[in-house]
């Protein structure tokens, strides 16, 4: 079955500019998670959606980062005004949600995300 | 709060050498234990993973031990291949709950024939 899946893989934008980064999850997995991962560092939690709505938001650096689930499927990570520190790669990550009894994540690829 | 500490790399072993790559945590209450591969240019994949104390977690000759006394779920494998050569990540993730995963900072290993 499909995995993960996460586009664009790659992104290179100006500092400043608005970007949206896009993930489709497993189908029928509820919940769904955002990351990120600096080089030489293990991946860093942003946000978790069970659902539609955002369970938590905690790992969001700045009101400068959103992410939106409105059909409880598809997400977008929104970033506005990047910055050069934004550069990074972004992972997505869905798992079962509740139903399972133990918090498995299937991972994307990611997008990597150049701020020049 | 909760974190992961992972023995830093690169690590490099010849092939069919005996491989340890030590994990420890800290977290309240009791956390599932997990170690994730990430294979050149492929994303995160689980390799093995451990839900309390004491369980061993297995998989392609892969093992970790889920130590509540040390708090450590260190990686092992009897004998790495080539193929093996990827970067491991230690993980937990706070008991009973489906939030986030908390990730160490990764090991890369390098098998060399």
């Known amino acids: 079955g499909a995995g993960v899946s996460q586009t664009p893989s790659n992104k290179v934008t100006e500092k400043g500019k608005y970007v949206e980064l896009r993930c489709d999850p497993i189908s029928g997995h509820t919940a769904l998670y955002w990351y990120r991962q600096s080089l030489g560092q293990g991946p860093e939690f942003l946000i978790y959606f069970q659902g539609t709505g955002a369970a938590d938001d905690s790992g969001l650096p700045n009101d400068r980062f959103f992410a939106v689930r409105p059909e409880g499927s598809v997400s977008t990570l929104k970033i506005q005004r990047t910055e050069r520190g934004d550069s990074a790669v972004y992972l997505c990550a869905s798992s079962p949600g509740r139903d399972s009894s133990y918090n498995e994540q299937f991972f994307g690829p990611g997008t990597r995300l150049t701020v020049l | 709060g909760n974190s992961v500490t992972q023995m830093e790399g690169p690590v490099t072993l010849s092939e069919e050498a005996f491989l340890t790559i030590n994990c420890t945590y800290t977290?309240?209450?009791?956390?599932?234990l997990f170690w994730y591969v990430q294979y050149p240019g492929e994303g995160l994949q689980l390799l093995l993973k451990?839900?309390?104390?004491?369980d061993k977690g297995s998989n392609k000759g892969f093992e970790a031990t889920y130590r509540k006394e040390t708090t450590s779920f260190h990686l092992e494998k009897g004998s790495v291949q080539v193929s093996d050569s990827a970067v491991y990540f230690c993980?937990?993730?706070?008991?009973?709950?489906?939030?986030?995963?908390?990730f160490g900072k990764g090991t890369k290993l390098s098998v060399k024939p």
């Open positions: 977290a309240t209450g009791y956390p599932s």
């Open positions: 993980a937990l993730s706070e008991w009973g709950s489906q939030g986030n995963l908390i």
């Open positions: 451990a839900t309390k104390a004491d």
